[in-house]
C-alpha cells in the first residue's frame, strides 16, 4: 500500500482546524519542531511513524484517522498503545508493527 503524503497532511490540517489549533500549538503538544507541522500539512515532508503517532495523541485521534482516513473512538484503549508505541526506537516499532499487522489478520 502506497501512502498519500499530501492526502495525510489535508487529513492532519483538517483534525487541527476541527479543534480549532493553531499549528504551533499541536507542534508544542506533539513535541515537533517550529514550522515542521506546516511542511507536512503541505505533504513536502514525510513523518515518521513516531510523529504520527504524537500529532495523533496531540490532536485526540488515532493514526488511523491521518492515514487512512477513518478514526476509531469507542474507547481510551488506543491511547495507551499509542503512548507505549511512542516510547519505542526504530527496531521496536518496526517488530510492533509486524506483530499489529498479524494480530489484525489473524480471527478471534
Known amino acids: 500500500m502506497d501512502l498519500d503524503y499530501k492526502e495525510i497532511g489535508r487529513r492532519i490540517a ?3 482546524r476541527e479543534l480549532g489549533l493553531k499549528q504551533y500549538q499541536v507542534e508544542e503538544r506533539a513535541d515537533i519542531a517550529y514550522k515542521y507541522l506546516s511542511s507536512i500539512e503541505r505533504g513536502f515532508s514525510i513523518p515518521s511513524t513516531e510523529v504520527i503517532m504524537r500529532l495523533a495523541v496531540a490532536l485526540e485521534t488515532t493514526p488511523d484517522e491521518f ?8 474507547d481510551e484503549e488506543w491511547k495507551s498503545v499509542a503512548e507505549l508505541l511512542r516510547t ?4 521496536h516499532l518496526k517488530l510492533a508493527r509486524s506483530l499489529l499487522t498479524w494480530l489484525a489478520e489473524e480471527p478471534l
Do not use: I, Y
Open 14 to 16: 483538517h483534525r487541527r
Open 67 to 74: 492515514l487512512v482516513g477513518t478514526a476509531r473512538h469507542e
Open 88 to 91: 519505542m526506537d526504530e527496531k
